[in-house]
Nanobody, 114 residues
Framework: QVQLVESGGGLVQAGGSLRLSCAASGRIFLINEMGWYRQAPGKQRQLVAR???????NYADSVKGRFTISRDNSKNQVFLQMNSLKPEDTGVYYC????????WGQGTQVTVSS
């Protein structure tokens, strides 16, 4: 089992920044990808960004140039730096880790006011 704990969500005005953190514990060896997904009200959960153990990143088109995902393999943490936030970035952000199967954190709320 892998446990994921997110932190760093909150309320911010449009144009502002937030940094999300996710710490992994448990059977963390052999974790391949880690990433962040977002679920807006009434919508399905969607990929925001992900990073492999080797550092390869992938971003949703809507966040390219504004968000940066990073990973500290030594501390089993993944981060999401969110800049130039827009109201449409509002949602619950979930940390994800893949180790044979998908693991999810409990989610952290991000609200961007206009």
């Amino acid at each position: 089992q892998v446990q994921l704990v997110e932190s760093g969500g909150g309320l911010v005005q449009a144009g502002g920044s937030l940094r999300l953190s996710c710490a992994a514990s448990g059977r963390i060896f052999l974790i391949n990808e880690m990433g962040w997904y977002r679920q807006a009200p009434g919508k399905q959960r969607q990929l925001v960004a992900r990073v492999t153990t080797g550092g390869t990143t992938n971003y949703a088109d809507s966040v390219k140039g504004r968000f940066t995902i990073s990973r500290d393999n030594s501390k089993n943490q993944v981060f999401l730096q969110m800049n130039s936030l827009k109201p449409e970035d509002t949602g619950v952000y979930y940390c994800n880790a893949i180790r044979l199967t998908n693991y999810w954190g409990q989610g952290t709320q991000v609200t961007v006011s206009s």
